[in-house]
């Protein structure tokens, strides 16, 4: 039981989050002006 719904949540959860994350700091980068 490799992928049981539970796991798969919670992996594109995290996956999800990262992304933001990633956005979110690429956003600031420009807010500042770097």
Not at 8 to 32: F, K, Q, R, S
């Amino acid at each position: 039981d490799l992928y049981r719904p539970g796991e798969t949540v919670l992996l594109n959860g995290l996956l999800l989050t990262a992304h933001a994350l990633d956005g979110l700091a690429h956003a600031v980068e420009a807010l500042c002006g770097h």
